[in-house]
């Protein structure tokens, strides 16, 4: 059974820093690209950052981009999140999420994200 | 950045009866669209992708449709368990792809 498991959220002050943590389990983690997403109270959902599988490739959303850093431990199924500068609106749940390719005709494809954890809140403080 | 519009908002209705969700892009997304299906204190569930395929696992009952910029899913005769908000995802541009701001189906 394919899991994943984030930790790290917590309560944190405006300008901190916070390091959450997404462990796989039941798949050959690094054979696939890892993604994080994050929901806002009230609001929905908004993708964050994603990775290669050897971590050679990130990609990021503008609004977190030179603050949050994502990273990756085969060898320890892990994915990380370190996030940087936190501000108001970085309050949310996080969640981490297996990207899953889709080959459509024609050698053309996509990935969706097919597995996602139960996510770890954030929650920064003025 | 393609705009993913869900309509309607919150959709009120019995169990037993059929759901008919939208959502409609702001330009061509092809078949790359997927949906899922989301419980509070709980991560997404995919239930559809290629706009039309069922994931592993899922029930009949869900089905999806569409292509270019309109899509639709629809639940044949709605389950306690179905009750949820339903968010779709493009992902035609796959960086970052861009998520509908949901449909909550909540029980009449």
Known sequence: EVQLVESGGGLVQLGGSLRLSCVGSGFTFGAYWMSWARQPPGKGLEWVAK???????????????????????????????????????????????????????????????????????????? | EIV?????????????????????????????????????????????????????????RFSGSGSGTDFTLIINSLELEDFAVYYCLQRITWHPGTFGQGTKVEIK
């Open chain 1, 51 to 126: 990775i290669s599988k050897d971590g050679s490739e990130t990609y990021y959303v503008d609004s977190v981009k030179g603050r949050f850093t994502i990273s990756r431990d085969n060898a320890n199924k892990s994915l990380y999140l370190q996030m940087n500068s936190l501000r108001d609106d970085d309050t949310a749940v996080f969640y981490c999420a297996r990207e899953w390719w889709v080959e459509y005709n024609h050698g053309s494809g996509t990935y969706y994200p097919d597995y996602w954890g139960q996510g770890t809140l954030v929650t920064v403080s003025s």
């Open chain 2, 4 to 60: 993913l519009t869900q309509s309607p908002a919150t959709l009120s209705l019995s169990p037993g009866e059929r759901a008919t969700l939208s959502c409609r892009a702001s330009q061509s997304v092809s078949s790359y669209l997927a949906w899922y299906q989301k419980k509070p204190g709980q991560g997404p569930r995919l239930l559809i992708y290629e706009a039309s395929n069922r994931a592993t696992g899922i029930p009949a």
